[in-house]
Every structure is written in structure tokens, then in C-alpha cells.
């Protein structure tokens, strides 16, 4: 079974260019990421991964500077929490575009 999740996700590298990709608000790709869980755990930890990806990798996240350390951090629809180094750069981007330099605890972006 793992090998048929594998192949598919190739396949899906392959046929599917990546500006028609959609954009992952984490560091590394959700099919990224699912390739490496199942090459490494195996195929149900690779559809969990999928899960977790599917329902948390969308709309619904709010990111906002952590008002004690002054790192970026990201809220998942599930209410987990990113640190800065999990979150896209495109998103952190956007995020520091809207908010320059001046950020503060109330700095928040809501993507609904």
C-alpha cells in the first residue's frame, strides 16, 4: 500500500506543474511532507499526514507575532500552534507586508 501512495504522489509531482499547485501555509509541501512520512512510517501514517494536511493546510489560520519573543507564529484551524520556522515564507511575507516592522501583540492576520 505504501508504494501505491508513493507512486501517486510522484505521479502528482510529475503531471501537475508547480504553479498550478496549491500554495501550503507550511514550510514543507503537504505532498512533501506526506511523501516523507509514508517513505518513512509507513502507509497509514502517510493518510494521516494526509488528514492532517487536508484539514489544516486551507483557510482559517491566523498568524501574529508573539508578543514575548517576537517570533511569527501561526494558529491552525485545529487551534495548534506554528512556530516560525514551520510557517511557508510566502505566507510569513504577506504577513510582514501588512504588518511592517511595527509589529506588536495585536499584530494578527486572519485568513478566512
Known sequence: MRFFLLIAIKIYWKVTPKSKRGSCIFRKSCSGFVFEQTSQNGFWAGIKAFGFRF??????????????????????????????????????????????????????????
Open 55 to 112: 484539514e489544516n493546510c486551507r483557510h482559517g489560520f491566523t498568524i501574529f507575532t508573539n508578543p514575548i519573543d517576537d517570533s511569527l507564529q501561526l494558529i491552525l484551524p485545529n487551534n495548534e500552534v506554528l512556530d516560525e520556522e514551520l510557517i511557508a515564507l510566502h505566507v510569513i511575507a504577506a504577513y510582514r507586508k501588512t504588518n511592517p516592522k511595527k509589529m506588536n501583540s495585536l499584530s494578527t492576520m486572519k485568513i478566512n
